[in-house]
């Protein structure tokens, strides 16, 4: 699915649309394209949910802006700005984490929040400068590690890393917001967030360990916690399939 193409733009806000019925908001993560939940993209429309991923701006905010609270006022601005009255958020790696804290500061517009691969707690590879960037192979071997199954890494999807973390900009952005991320752990918020939270975990995550999973299913205290065997980081593209099949489930156990 070509959604780059097909985005909408409205103000200031850039975003893919498709489907009618409850608004189904998603926030990629700091490396990752709209493109990571083509599965969710394709499959919730004809289900009766109305699926919005917007481009978070995570290059065009000035410096001092570029942190994961402003991410969150950013989601709380573009909800006010589509009219939606409830959505249900889903985030993946930084997204989780945006989704997170949107939800600890505005939880009066969300349904429902479900996280996978998510930091707020702990990250592995948060915080790294990327010390070889220029060396192709290497940043290949840091993608396929994000997954369990290193064909996930596809060529474009390297591609796209390399080009991004040598481009001094937006290299100096993606720091900005891994240490804004370390900075915001949430581990003291999370048992008063009472939304219905559900949690799709990696069983082989080596960025945000299943140990981490764990540990947000305990603190959260309204929270389903699922596993995907033979899987990494980001579940909604090693195994979409699954990935739907639980959020359907926790959907529907919520009345979502």
Same mark, same amino acid.
């Given at each position: 699915?070509?959604?780059?193409? !097909?985005?909408?733009?409205?103000?200031?806000?850039?975003?893919?649309?498709?489907?009618?019925?409850?608004? @189904?908001?998603?926030?990629?993560?700091?490396?990752?394209?709209?493109?990571?939940?083509?599965?969710?993209?394709?499959?919730?429309?004809?289900?009766?949910?109305?699926? +919005?991923?917007?481009?978070?701006?995570?290059?065009?905010?000035?410096?001092? =802006?570029?942190?994961?609270?402003?991410?969150?006022?950013?989601?709380?601005?573009?909800?006010?700005?589509?009219?939606?009255?409830?959505?249900?958020?889903?985030? %993946?790696?930084?997204?989780?984490?945006?989704?997170?804290?949107? !939800?600890?500061?505005?939880?009066?517009?969300?349904?429902?929040?479900?996280?996978?691969? #998510? #930091?707020?707690?702990?990250? %592995?590879?948060?915080?790294?400068?990327?010390? =070889? &960037?220029?060396?192709?192979?290497? +940043?290949?071997?840091?993608? *396929?590690?994000?997954?369990?199954?290193?064909?996930?890494?596809?060529?474009?999807?390297?591609?796209?890393?390399?080009?991004?973390?040598?481009? &001094?900009? =937006?290299?100096?952005?993606?720091?900005?917001?891994?240490?804004?991320?370390? &900075?915001?752990?949430?581990?003291? *918020?999370?048992?008063?967030?009472?939304?219905? +939270?559900?949690?799709?975990?990696?069983?082989?995550?080596?960025?945000?360990?299943?140990?981490?999973?764990? *540990?947000?299913?305990?603190? @959260?205290?309204?929270?389903?916690?699922?596993?995907?065997? =033979?899987?990494?980081?980001?579940?909604?593209?090693?195994?979409?399939?699954?990935? %739907?099949?639980?959020? !359907?489930?926790?959907?529907?156990?919520? %009345?979502?």
């Amino acid at each position: 699915m070509q959604m780059h193409n !097909t985005l909408k733009v409205s103000g200031r806000y850039k975003y893919f649309e498709k489907g009618e019925g409850v608004p @189904l908001l998603i926030l990629h993560g700091l490396m990752g394209g709209l493109s990571n939940f083509d599965g969710v993209a394709s499959h919730f429309p004809s289900m009766g949910y109305k699926v +919005i991923i917007p481009e978070l701006p995570i290059y065009d905010l000035p410096l001092l =802006k570029t942190n994961v609270k402003e991410f969150a006022i950013y989601v709380r601005d573009l909800i006010s700005h589509l009219g939606l009255k409830e959505v249900v958020l889903i985030g %993946n790696s930084l997204g989780g984490h945006i989704g997170l804290l949107h !939800t600890k500061l505005f939880p009066e517009k969300v349904k429902g929040l479900l996280i996978t691969g #998510s #930091s707020g707690l702990y990250e %592995n590879s948060m915080g790294e400068s990327y010390p =070889k &960037r220029e060396n192709y192979e290497y +940043i290949k071997k840091k993608t *396929e590690d994000v997954f369990y199954d290193p064909k996930v890494a596809t060529k474009e999807v390297v591609d796209d890393v390399f080009k991004t973390v040598n481009d &001094r900009k =937006k290299l100096i952005k993606i720091l900005a917001i891994a240490k804004s991320a370390i &900075r915001h752990n949430m581990a003291k *918020e999370l048992p008063k967030i009472t939304t219905p +939270i559900g949690i799709i975990w990696g069983k082989q995550d080596a960025v945000t360990p299943p140990k981490v999973g764990e *540990e947000f299913n305990k603190l @959260l205290p309204n929270s389903t916690l699922f596993w995907i065997d =033979k899987c990494g980081h980001a579940p909604m593209m090693e195994h979409p399939d699954t990935f %739907n099949e639980y959020m !359907t489930d926790w959907l529907a156990a919520n %009345n979502m």
